[in-house]
């Protein structure tokens, strides 16, 4: 039986072909949201430290606004989880949405009485819509196939290529739209992305229908549609039950941790052996292409190999980056490559990591586990985003990344010790 939209009544029942035409409607849906969204964050984001230095009027609280609405994308994802784990994925997507695209006009206020408290406030609430980014690929994973879970997340990761890419190149002119008016014009991209965020919302509110969670529950065996097991609690549960969750929760974590701590330091690395902002770009840009530009690749080997090899070349690829990236000094081409290999090992660990999540838990408790997912991930990256600049200050950028490689030993310890202790669960699920 599946679920009416928006509502936990039966529907008549759906057979394989309509699943299928299902999952790939949904699949549609949610890349169009990915690439709306996904456009809407990067091309203000890359403005918040020149807008939070005007208005302070001091450069020492520049990263502040960037980190508030990582701590807002923190925030936001348990109570997120909790509202898909009750009504589904499209009220919670489309309420994350909306309130990014309120903390938007928050900022654009801020910025127009150049109000620093109003500032940070407003980035928090942006950072919802980073959040509705991350959870739509675990939408995705809804009614795809066991067998086909880490592609179907896959390809919604990728569609925030065009975003990634094409945001930061929007900023100048989405600034100059509002030269002249009373609005300044490094608020002028908050502006465009509070636009981008209600279109996003809007397009998920109309075609995301049936729910793909609210169908996939009423497909599940009866046993798994109890109300009792969709819970945050039952969600800690489910994670503290399974090894494999646990590793997925660390892989997640760790990966987005080692990524954020290493990138968000190389601009100052860079521009310290002599490059200029055209090459810190070029790096960059090579940087996010791995991110995202080969996820589907990450998502086939993951379901072809299993979720467990790829985590293990996760950490591979992220060592070898560290390594790259934290010996480079004045090769602009090794530090290229190492930034490459940062974005495809992240790329890596992401898509197996949530796959292996959604593998691992009972389907009542999935949504909570994966608001506990990003929640964590989140988390660790702010901190491992403030520490870096402290490593970077201290020991210099090479330590930095001996730092990130050490993180992913118990990572890959972990992964090994799984993959011993639970070979054939792991292989059943995917792993």
Known sequence: MTASPGTDRPAPPLDLPDVVRLQRRTSWVLIAGQILGGLGVPISIALAPVLATEISGTEALSGLASTAAVIGTALVSLPLAALMTARGRRPGLVLAYAIGAVGAGLVVLAATIRNFPLLLLGMAAFGAASSANLQARFAAADLAAPDRRARAISVVVWASTLGAVLGPNLSAPASRSFAGTAIPETAGPFVWAAAVFLLTGTLIGALLRPDPLLTARALAAPAEQTREGRSLR??????????????????????????????????????????????????????????????????????????????????????????????????????????????????????????????????????????????????????????????????????????????????????????????????????
């Open 234 to 431: 039952a969600g800690f549960a489910a994670v503290k039950a399974s090894p494999r969750a646990r590793l997925a929760l660390v892989t997640v974590a760790v990966s987005h941790t080692v990524m954020v701590s290493i990138m968000v330091m190389t601009p100052m690395d860079l521009g310290h052996h002599g490059a200029g902002l055209e090459l810190i770009g070029l790096v960059i840009s090579i940087h996010i292409a791995g991110m995202f530009a080969f996820s589907p690749l990450m998502g086939w080997l993951a379901d072809r190999l299993g979720r467990l090899s790829v985590i293990g070349l996760a950490a591979g690829l992220l060592s070898v980056a560290a390594l790259l990236a934290g010996t480079a000094g004045p090769s602009h081409g090794r530090s290229m490559v190492g930034l490459f290999l940062l974005g495809l090992g992240w790329s890596a660990g992401m898509v197996s990591g949530s796959a292996l999540l959604t593998d691992s838990v009972p389907q009542p408790a999935r949504a909570a586990v994966q608001g506990l997912s990003d929640l964590t991930m989140n988390a660790s990256a702010g901190v491992g985003g403030a520490a870096a600049g402290l490593v970077m200050a201290q020991a210099g950028y090479g330590w930095l990344n001996v730092v990130g490689a050490a993180l992913l030993l118990p990572m890959a310890t972990l992964a090994l010790f799984t993959a011993r202790r639970h070979p054939v669960v792991a292989k059943a699920a995917g792993g």
